[in-house]
């Protein structure tokens, strides 16, 4: 006896979205804007210029949703998309400024400090008021998993650039994080 396989919601939307279905790319696009508005947001840190990439990004998607051939995550291939398009306005843009010098820490972090009164949204904010070169790599890097040869061949730098502005970037939120536990604790007194 043969069991018959449901598509799931997700296939048969994708499906639509091959035909060029309006109703179906709508209904894509409502599942998938906020989250990868979000991914878009880690990069492009103006909301309307942000909001701009994801757009776009969307049309990209819809006239090339026949090269996602179901392998992987539907989600993964959009995200996917999404960070090469912010990259690509990054660069467009030009305001990708890699050799950015920071302040040194008055003092070395100390972890065992920091208590757990920040929330995630808390670290992201800090995150974004990152210079755009380590916001970038740091996003490559620590969020989205990519090895610091990718992160070189996606920005064209030396993987040697991707490794040091990682490493400022943390070194400049390890200081952010001290100076908002500072205040945290000033403000409980």
């Not at 043969?2 to 894509?28: N, P, S, Y």
């Not at 003092?107 to 949204?121: F, H, I, M, V």
């Amino acid at each position: 006896m043969k069991l018959k396989i449901h598509q799931t919601d997700e296939e048969a939307l994708i499906g639509q979205c091959h035909k060029f279905d309006r109703q179906a790319q709508k209904a894509l696009y409502e599942k998938y804007a906020a989250k990868m508005f979000a991914v878009c947001l880690r990069y492009v840190k103006e909301p309307t210029e942000a909001e701009d990439v994801a757009i776009t990004a969307f049309v990209k998607i819809f006239e090339k949703i026949d090269q996602f051939k179901g392998e992987g995550s539907f989600e993964g291939w959009i995200r996917r998309i999404m960070v090469n398009e912010s990259l690509t306005y990054i660069r467009k843009n030009k305001s990708m400024y890699l050799e950015v010098d920071i302040e040194m820490a008055d003092r070395e972090p100390d972890y065992g400090s920091l208590n757990n009164q920040l929330e995630a949204d808390d670290l992201m904010k800090l995150v974004q008021e990152l210079p755009t070169g380590y916001r970038t790599v740091f996003n490559l890097y620590a969020i989205e998993g990519y090895s610091h040869k990718e992160i070189a061949d996606e920005l064209g730098i030396s993987e040697n650039t991707s490794k040091s502005q990682l490493s400022r970037a943390r070194a400049l939120l390890q200081k952010q994080l001290l100076e908002t536990e500072v205040i945290l604790k000033e403000k409980i007194k």
